[in-house]
């Protein structure tokens, strides 16, 4: 794009040659896949897992449908599905609902006292459901949670930790801060073990791949963020 104000042809012809690299690079899935595998917490499987006292499913996983009046579940809703899992299985006692909403700007989402309606719905007893409705970012929603986790004395019981494969490194050194050791129990993973990629995935590009480099950024600078700001 910055080749077309330049008049230089050797300028010119240098930004959109940069411009087709970084474009290529940006969208080939291969390439963000073994970025992504290198930040990505590995997942448990369900049937490995040993009971817990209470599951913490971290929010930033939905919208909020106004005209339906009915929540709209991003990528990130893999982490309710899976509590959901746990809980039915008998892996986990109680599950605690962490977080109101991302934004900046209130939007009315109220995202924990949402979903804990749609939990009592698919049959999740009312008093195994806890709530914190008032973290905004990840920090918060450690610090908020092991307040609950104390109001219901479950600090010193077995926690796990749902949240998204690649949110999960800082979201655990968080409640590791705060004081509390959790099993992790990554979600909505875009890598696995193996490396069983498709053809396409080494040359074609995809423009959802550009997307994806956003969530992945977003995580190293966010570490980096918390980092510096002490909450790690």
């Known amino acids: ?5 330049f008049t230089n042809k050797k300028w010119k012809k ?7 690299v970084l474009a290529l690079f940006f969208t080939n899935t ?34 909020y449908n106004n005209d339906l009046e009915r929540l709209s579940l991003r990528r990130g809703g893999d982490r309710i599905w899976q509590t959901l899992l746990l809980y039915h299985q008998g892996k ?7 977080g109101d909403e991302g934004y900046v700007v209130d939007r009315g989402l109220n995202e924990a006292l949402r979903f804990r309606e749609e939990l009592i719905k698919l049959k999740v007893r009312p ?18 949670s092991v307040k609950v986790l104390e109001q219901y004395g479950l600090k010193k019981g077995k926690i796990v930790l749902v949240t998204s494969a690649v949110h999960m ?11 509390v050791e959790v099993t992790p129990y990554s979600t909505d993973h875009y890598t696995g073990p193996g490396r069983s990629y498709h053809w396409d995935e080494y040359i ?10 956003y969530a992945l950024t977003h995580e190293w600078f966010g570490y980096i963020a918390y980092s510096v700001a002490g909450y790690l």
């Not at 794009?1 to 104000?5: E, G, I, K, Q």
């Not at 595998?37 to 996983?61: C, F, P, Q």
């Not at 986990?92 to 962490?98: D, E, I, N, P």
């Open 204 to 213: 074609l590009p995809s423009f959802s791949t550009l997307l994806d480099w």
């Open 30 to 63: 291969f390439i963000f896949k073994e970025f992504v595998r290198l930040w990505e917490t590995e997942g448990i499987r369900t049937e490995d897992i040993s009971y817990h006292d209470v599951a913490i499913v971290l929010g930033g996983m939905a919208e």
């Open 92 to 98: 986990v006692g109680k599950v605690l609902l962490a």
């Open 169 to 179: 490194k800082r979201a655990r050194a968080c409640f590791r801060l705060q004081g």
């Open 127 to 144: 008093e195994d459901i806890l709530i914190d409705s008032l973290s905004k970012n990840t920090y918060e929603n450690a610090v908020n």
């Open 14 to 20: 240098w930004f959109f040659r940069t411009g087709v």
């Open 1 to 5: 794009m910055l080749s077309y104000f």
